[in-house]
T-cell receptor, first 117, second 112 residues
Framework: DTEVTQTPKHLVMGMTNKKSLKCEQH?????MYWYKQKAKKPPELMFV???????INESVPSRFSPECPNSSLLNLHLHALQPEDSALYLC????????????????FGDGTRLSIL | SQQGEEDPQALSIQEGENATMNCSYK?????LQWYRQNSGRGLVHLIL?????REKHSGRLRVTLDTSKKSSSLLITASRAADTASYFC????????????FGGGTRLMVKP
């Protein structure tokens, strides 16, 4: 079982809907990540949070809005998505960023499979 | 953008055989990591090799790193059907903390 929990596992939504993806970890990690993965492709980094603050936004469209309410939780709010946004959305965590996070692995959840109608 | 390229893109072997996957990258790194992804699941960390290391073992896994050639290989010995998965290399770049850039992946099928 993964130590990073993502809900829901599957989500189908229309282009006008608003929904949220949730991610939770209890390993005391201070860095959390959102990735997008299309079929047969590697994960692509979307956002990085460090100590509950947004550290990196990889030029992600504003229809994706991340939120880190506390050190254990990471949300991804979705609004007005497009069919090309259908993908597996993965959350990950690691001990830290920066020099303190060097040479540390990332721990992944099993993802949310998102389908946009 | 992808930092690493993996070779081969797909590999099919019989149970008991060894599987070798290669990864090449472009820039200086702090470390190189290998992850496994079963179909429909998240990525599982397998092994991390630091830039000053040349070889590392973990169970049936052997990873090598050649920083002069900017390449790494993952060897899985005595493969099992349960090893069927996609395998990704990921590089941790200098001055980028724990940021990872993933290679394109190798899809391994181990036939019983």
């Amino acid at each position: 079982d993964t130590e990073v929990t993502q809900t829901p596992k599957h989500l189908v939504m229309g282009m006008t809907n608003k929904k949220s993806l949730k991610c939770e970890q209890h390993m005391g990690h201070r860095a959390m990540y959102w990735y997008k993965q299309k079929a047969k492709k590697p994960p692509e980094l979307m956002f990085v949070y460090s100590y509950e603050k947004l550290s990196i936004n990889e030029s992600v469209p504003s229809r994706f809005s991340p939120e880190c309410p506390n050190s254990s939780l990471l949300n991804l709010h979705l609004h007005a998505l497009q069919p090309e946004d259908s993908a597996l959305y993965l959350c990950a965590s690691s001990q830290d960023l920066g020099r303190r996070g060097l040479n540390q692995p990332q721990h992944f959840g099993d993802g949310t499979r998102l389908s946009i109608l | 953008s992808q930092q690493g390229e993996e070779d081969p893109q797909a590999l099919s072997i019989q149970e008991g055989e060894n599987a070798t996957m290669n990864c090449s990258y472009k820039t200086s790194i702090n470390n190189l990591q290998w992850y496994r992804q079963n179909s429909g699941r998240g990525l599982v960390h397998l092994i991390l090799i630091r830039s000053n290391e040349r070889e590392k073992h973990s169970g049936r896994l052997r990873v090598t790193l050649d920083t002069s050639k900017k390449s790494s290989s993952l060897l899985i010995t005595a493969s099992r059907a349960a090893d069927t998965a996609s395998y990704f290399c990921a590089t941790g770049l200098n001055n980028a903390g724990n940021m990872l850039t993933f290679g394109g992946g190798t899809r391994l099928m181990v036939k019983p």
